[in-house]
């Protein structure tokens, strides 16, 4: 009996990030509706993208999630470290060098930490 893959998760930590773009809810939907079409995905619904954690300054910031025709793309946004944590996970196959390449500029991070998992 052969490895079934289930899909691919591309994991990213963005450290140093442009606070007005991690703060902005129009940059954020602007980054989704771009991402999809470059990784070739489909959303599925609206963006979900709640700002909240303001009881303490670590964990204040938006998180959002967005159905994708084959799962999704979820991020969360600390606004006090100014790091970005972004997932993107999908049972269809994306170029992983694409997404972490447009993600890196579009949030204009300093230094990424990233995986790419075959689950």
Not at 23 to 28: H, M
Request: net charge positive.
């Amino acid at each position: 009996m052969g490895k079934k893959i289930f899909g691919y998760e591309l994991i990213m930590d963005l450290h140093g990030c442009d606070l007005e773009v991690m703060t902005s809810r129009k940059k954020l939907q602007e980054y989704v509706d771009k991402l999809c079409p470059l990784i070739d995905m489909v959303k599925y619904g609206k963006l979900m993208l709640p700002y909240f954690g303001t009881q303490k300054p670590h964990t204040k910031g938006y998180s959002l999630a967005q159905f994708i025709e084959t799962s999704s793309i979820t991020a969360h946004f600390s606004e006090h470290w100014r790091i970005s944590y972004i997932n993107i996970f999908s049972c269809k196959t994306f170029n992983p060098k694409v997404a972490l390449k447009f993600t890196k500029e579009f949030f204009k991070a300093k230094h990424v930490r990233s995986k790419f998992f075959v689950r």
